[in-house]
């Protein structure tokens, strides 16, 4: 059995989409979550099924954590308990509140692993390697497990903790673009352990349904989203506000919901944009992302590098658009061009640039037949390098070697 640690579980859209494809496999898997979700990107029938089966750790009581990581020496042997809290104490920390952080997971993992004796338990893979990463660790380590992870962005960036020992424990780490890959050779990972799988989407489940506009109709722009600073949605904005004042005729939907919302909402204001520029309020199911692209010209995702530190992997929103048969641009970023290739799967600018943003959006806007050639081109380049049945057969395959070691 593959134990599946995540922060809160299918209230990421891309647990649920890939333990799809797990379980389509045949292999075995138990979801884990710190936090139950308080709404998901899912409507389907069995990703409620998933998300009730879920294994929620908190509320988790500091008593009762405590308890757990007294009680583990008796539990999983002194050698394997007191080998994690030496690591928790001694190990390699980014800061001091880190190291508290730290010791707090290493007692959670403490409770979880206590009540994971009694099943069984051939690997611990971790989605995202910061906080449920940690307690992915230390379970393992307190259960004499091999452990794995797929690591993204806020939790390498933003979030990282104590990353270097994960590296160095790690049976093996997925990494989901070529930037990735580099990243963890850069921070002390064995080649050998590295297994590139994109983070990829169901593409039967989108098909080209791009609009054709009539002469002189203005260019829809489509965006969507978390409402959060990584996705850029203020430059997109101030690109608008470009456009506009060159008397180019555009309007601008960006769906989604997030703490930004307001923020957002009185820049556009503020810009003079409330006839062009409109936000729907509301999260995209994603069962309704087709009609919500089929009703664009040009999608536009432009992230940036946060000022929390936070930033973008590689967005699933610019996939779905592409698989939808939208010609896309974005950023520079990250892992984003593994996806959007420059003028062959669509346009790239660099992050934080209104002025260039703009520039591309009246690009694809007044050259149609390049809209066309990028739009199919990053069509095929989604169904057949982001298709979520081939690119996660690295991760199948290392999860049945696993289980085959273990049996």
């Not at 059995?1 to 922060?7: A, G, K, L, S, V």
């Not at 409330?274 to 010209?297: C, H, N, Y």
């Amino acid at each position: 059995m593959i134990h599946y640690m995540t922060t809160q579980g299918v209230g990421d859209a891309w647990v649920g989409n890939e333990l799809r494809v797990v379980t389509g496999a045949g292999i075995p898997v138990r979801l884990h979550a710190l936090n139950r979700p308080q709404s998901t990107y899912f409507t389907a029938p069995d990703i409620d099924a998933l998300n009730r089966a879920t294994n929620v750790i908190y509320p988790l009581s500091p008593l009762r954590a405590l308890g757990a990581a007294l009680a583990a020496p008796f539990r999983f042997g002194p050698r394997r308990a007191f080998g994690a809290l030496w690591n928790a104490l001694t190990g390699p920390r980014e800061s001091a509140r880190i190291r508290l952080t730290g010791l707090w997971h290493y007692a959670v993992a403490c409770h979880w692993a206590a009540g994971l004796r009694g099943e069984q338990v051939d690997h611990i893979h971790s989605q995202w390697i910061h906080s449920g990463g940690t307690v992915a660790m230390y379970g393992a380590w307190l259960l004499g497990r091999p452990y794995s992870f797929t690591g993204h962005a806020a939790d390498l960036f933003r979030n990282r903790a104590a990353l270097e020992d994960k590296i160095r424990r790690a049976q093996f780490i997925i990494c989901i673009s070529e930037f990735h890959r580099q990243f963890f050779l850069d921070n002390g990972a064995r080649p050998e352990q590295l297994h590139i799988a994109y983070c990829g989407i169901d593409t039967s489940h989108f098909t080209p349904r791009r609009r054709t506009r009539a002469e002189g109709e203005p260019l829809h722009i489509l965006s969507s989203g978390r409402l959060v600073d990584k996705k850029g949605f203020d430059v997109l904005i101030d690109a608008c506000a470009l456009l506009r004042d060159q008397n180019y005729p555009f309007r601008c939907t960006i769906a989604g919901s997030g703490p930004l919302d307001s923020d957002l909402r009185a820049r556009i204001a503020a810009a003079g944009l409330d006839d062009r520029v409109s936000m729907t309020g509301e999260a995209l199911k994603q069962e309704d992302i087709p009609a919500f692209m089929s009703s664009g010209d040009v999608y536009c995702l432009p992230c940036v590098w946060a000022k929390d530190n936070d930033v973008d992997g590689l967005p699933q929103m610019l996939m779905e658009a592409m698989a939808c048969g939208l010609p896309a641009i974005s950023t520079r970023l990250v892992g984003i061009p593994d996806l959007v290739i420059d003028g062959e799967t669509g346009l790239l600018v660099a992050p934080e640039s209104a002025e260039a943003l703009a520039e591309a959006l009246m690009r694809l806007g007044e050259d149609e037949p390049l809209a066309q050639q990028l739009a199919s081109s990053g069509h095929t380049h989604v169904t057949k390098s982001f298709d979520i049945d081939t690119c996660l057969e690295p991760l199948l395959r290392q999860f049945r070697m696993a289980l085959e070691s273990r049996s």
